[in-house]
């Protein structure tokens, strides 16, 4: 499953999600079509309630479209079982939600770690590995911290260490700077830059222009539907 | 990923709410130990009725006359001594060690001013071992004085106090049994309280002969005391003496019998199963606070599950598959039911140390491999659902739940 054959990471076809049915039924997304390339750096940006969010959780497989096509890695994610989307989830895709989403009442480094226990891999290599990702982030010295004796900036970076530890396709940040300050948030971006720079495949969600900025793509999502933003300068 | 993990996250998770899986446990640990300490007090008081009954004399057993129902059309003949002669053939019987033909009478007995009311048993030496009677002071009577009806007796311990004194040694005295003058020979060992079928206590043991001679005339016996070669032979000796009587008495449905066959292993057998049906209903009851800590595990495997939704939702983000969820929360349940098992049984055992009246609990082996499998199955059985429900969560819905 590593698909270094092909070009588009992300490659999504009139996806489509409907919520309720009938006279209630909600269109969160209506056919939308998007690719991403490897190496890409894309924003997306919308205003609250705009279907970003339901994108991202369909590029996660966190949720099912109701409708198109999703292929990651060049595989069809529809095809997949519970158990195997568990997998895709854990060996492609790298997670960064605007709430940290740590595992409370354990430490920075056992949360680095969470992934690749469940991807099998040794107590040794493990801790290498996490040890490597926290060090990347900026937070050597602090793995037996707890989330609660961390500052939000740190949290969100131990939350970059634990998304990048499995080596993972794809970069999928949901608002990270949203709870966090203004030091934080150019900290977490100028993370974000590096990790471009050193060709991740970074899709990142966000209501707000400057953090949109720093990609090199920004999508619009309105009212369900997708388009391009003009490009910048 | 390894078991080893799975136990790891289950542990922490526990360790995470300490109280709350103590108190969990507690209702494993009270249904656990009421189960080991109710099957030990039904145990110890079996243990402790056969060992009265074996003071009873294991070997032991009565021939008694009895009314045939009325279908049998006839009122069936009585035990005599040619039906001891036979029993004492040891090629009819040859399992029985001895046969001791029983006359008795209930009647006063004096002695000078004082007179009580006993039950004056005459047989023969065979007697004493057959039916377990230990003199106490003096001798037994001998096959001489029975040959010779010699007027000789021995008193139970309480007949003795009632006519000479509470500890006091009548032998060479007189006492006179329906106004005919006997010696005292001796007196029989005190046997104590519910002994069984006769108190030998109360009893005045006299040569057969000397009964019939001056008391009850030589007629029918009031029983016949058979003592079988060993305790293994006793069920092989009850047979014998059934067929042999059956044939004398002209017995062909057993339900017809003139005399029926006592012994003590009947009367342990019967207690035993009243025993054991007492043993089980204790269990029974044990049990049921049992499944009650059971469905405890399932109420708080179910409030941890919703509360851990959100920690759910995000394992399942990092790609924990079904089963690696499943696993952690079914394990935590087995852990809070095995822990609190193995607590419970070392509780129950605790308990059972202390000593009630007479007779000690005593702990059954199998007891404690039941309870402790039991609390096992009660983990899986009462964590399934939990775990299920937390396995089968949407990660899009565990993640949103705040």
Redesign the interface.
């Known amino acids: 499953m590593t698909g270094t054959g092909v070009t588009n990471v992300l490659d999504v076809r009139k996806l489509s999600k409907v919520y309720g049915a009938g006279d209630t039924a909600v269109h969160a997304l209506c056919d939308v079509d998007l690719t991403v390339r490897r190496g890409e750096y894309v924003a997306v940006i919308g205003h609250s309630g705009s279907g970003k969010s339901t994108l991202l959780?369909m590029l996660?497989c966190?949720?099912a479209p109701t409708s198109g096509r999703y292929l990651l890695e060049g595989l069809d994610v529809a095809d997949l079982d519970?158990?195997q989307q568990?997998?895709?989830?854990?060996?492609q895709i790298g997670?960064v939600?605007q709430a940290f989403?740590?595992?409370?009442?354990?430490t920075a480094l056992a949360n680095v770690e969470?992934?690749l226990?469940?991807?099998?891999v040794g107590r040794r290599r493990r801790r290498e590995r996490a040890m490597a990702a926290l060090a990347l982030v900026g937070l050597q010295g602090r793995e037996d911290h707890r989330p609660n004796e961390l500052s939000g900036g740190q949290q969100q970076r131990v939350a970059v260490a634990?998304a990048l530890v499995?080596s993972p396709a794809l970069l999928l940040a949901d608002e990270p700077t949203g709870n966090l300050d203004s030091q934080s948030t150019a900290d977490a971006l100028g993370l974000f830059d590096r990790l471009h720079a050193s060709g991740r495949t970074i899709v990142l969600i966000t209501h707000d222009d400057e953090v949109a900025e720093r990609a090199e793509r920004v999508v619009v999502v309105s009212d369900g539907r997708l388009s391009e933003a003009p490009a910048r300068r | 990923?390894?078991v080893v993990?799975i136990v790891r996250f289950a542990v922490?998770g526990l360790v995470?709410n300490r109280l709350r899986s103590l108190l969990t446990m507690l209702g494993i640990i009270i249904g656990i130990a009421a189960v080991i300490l109710l099957t030990a007090l039904g145990n110890g008081a079996s243990q402790y009725i056969q060992g009265q009954i074996a003071g009873l004399g294991a070997n032991s057993i009565t021939v008694l006359p009895r009314q045939p129902p009325e279908t049998a059309g006839t009122s069936g003949r009585p035990l005599t001594t040619g039906d001891v002669q036979a029993l004492a053939d040891p090629q009819g019987a040859p399992d029985v060690a001895s046969v001791s033909p029983v006359v008795q009478l209930s009647t006063s007995v004096d002695a000078g001013r004082s007179r009580t009311d006993a039950i004056v048993v005459g047989s023969t030496p065979s007697y004493f071992p057959g039916a377990n009677v230990q003199v106490g002071t003096g001798r037994a009577y001998t096959d001489v004085d029975v040959e010779a009806g010699r007027k000789v007796v021995l008193l139970g311990r309480t007949v003795a106090d009632d006519l000479f004194g509470v500890g006091s040694d009548p032998v060479g005295r007189d006492v006179l049994v329906r106004g005919v003058p006997f010696d005292v020979i001796g007196t029989l060992a005190p046997a104590g309280q519910g002994q069984g079928l006769a108190n030998p206590d109360e009893n005045v043991l006299a040569p057969i002969t000397a009964v019939q001679g001056s008391l009850t005339g030589f007629g029918d016996l009031s029983q016949i005391v058979v003592q079988a070669r060993s305790t293994e032979a006793q069920a092989a000796a009850e047979s014998e003496i059934n067929s042999i009587l059956d044939r004398r008495h002209g017995i062909e449905d057993s339900e017809n019998r003139d005399y029926q066959v006592l012994s003590a292993r009947q009367l342990a057998d019967v207690l035993d199963d009243t025993l054991g049906a007492f043993t089980l209903l204790l269990a029974a009851i044990a049990a049921i606070s049992l499944v009650v800590g059971g469905i405890g595990i399932t109420n708080i495997m179910l409030v941890s599950v919703t509360e851990r939704t959100?920690?759910i939702?995000?394992?399942?983000?990092?790609?924990?598959?079904?089963?690696?969820i499943l696993g952690q929360f079914l394990v935590e349940s087995i852990i809070l039911s095995v822990v609190g098992g193995v607590l419970g049984v070392a509780v129950g055992y605790a308990g059972t140390l202390v000593p009630l009246g007479d007779f000690r609990p005593v702990v059954l082996p199998s007891a404690v491999v039941a309870a402790v499998g039991v609390s096992a199955a009660i983990g899986i059985f009462f964590g399934a659902y939990p775990a299920r429900r937390a396995a089968r969560l949407?990660?899009?819905e565990a993640?949103r739940r705040e």
């Open positions: 959780n996660g966190l949720d519970e158990r568990a997998v895709l989830r854990n060996r997670f939600f989403n740590l595992i409370p009442r354990t969470l992934p226990v469940y991807a099998g634990r499995t | 990923m390894s993990e922490r995470a959100r920690e939702g995000i394992r399942k983000a990092l790609g924990a598959p079904p089963s690696a949407r990660p899009i993640l």
